[in-house]
């Protein structure tokens, strides 16, 4: 029997449950402009990859905060949750369109979210997108 005062290991489903909280938390964070909420959940060497170009965390949050980066609509689905000991791989389906330096990103995309769980908790470190073509 597991002493009283001994934590036990997060399981599976708890850690789970947390990162679908978080990546909940980035769409709403991303569409509103909540640039705190983002530099919350983002680890600050965090990389995001996307069709146009990369950003590092500064660039993205202050692009997001800054109004050069608009999100008209996100739909978010078909999300799953791989957990591989102290990283965890998220991975969806984003329905969406989006302003970028004048350009617009619309369409299907698959997306990655990689988390490492860190002295501060499960932060996000990196996200790639990439659109879905139909032949």
Same mark, same amino acid.
């Given at each position: =029997?597991?002493?009283?005062?001994?934590?036990?290991?997060?399981?599976?489903?708890?850690?789970?449950?947390? $990162?679908?909280?978080?990546?909940?938390?980035?769409?709403?964070?991303? *569409?509103?402009? #909540?640039?705190?909420?983002?530099?919350? %959940? =983002?680890?600050?060497?965090?990389?995001?990859?996307?069709?146009?170009?990369?950003? #590092?965390?500064?660039?993205?949050?202050?692009?997001?905060?800054?109004?050069?980066?608009?999100?008209?609509? =996100?739909?978010? #689905?078909?999300?799953?949750?791989? %957990?591989?000991?102290?990283?965890?791989? $998220?991975?969806?389906?984003? #329905?969406?369109?989006?302003?970028?330096?004048?350009?617009? %990103?619309?369409? %299907?995309?698959?997306? $990655?979210?990689?988390?490492?769980?860190?002295?501060?908790?499960?932060?996000? *470190?990196?996200?790639?997108?990439?659109? *879905?073509?139909?032949?």
């Amino acid at each position: =029997m597991a002493d009283a005062g001994s934590e036990k290991p997060e399981s599976n489903i708890q850690v789970e449950q947390e $990162l679908r909280q978080k990546n909940d938390e980035w769409v709403r964070a991303l *569409v509103s402009r #909540d640039g705190e909420t983002l530099n919350r %959940i =983002m680890a600050d060497d965090c990389v995001f990859t996307h069709p146009l170009e990369g950003d #590092d965390k500064a660039q993205f949050v202050s692009d997001v905060e800054t109004g050069a980066l608009q999100v008209e609509y =996100m739909n978010r #689905d078909r999300v799953d949750v791989r %957990i591989y000991g102290s990283t965890a791989v $998220l991975s969806c389906r984003d #329905d969406c369109k989006w302003l970028y330096g004048g350009r617009e %990103i619309s369409g %299907i995309y698959r997306t $990655l979210h990689v988390y490492a769980k860190r002295e501060q908790g499960w932060q996000l *470190v990196a996200v790639q997108s990439c659109p *879905v073509t139909h032949p």
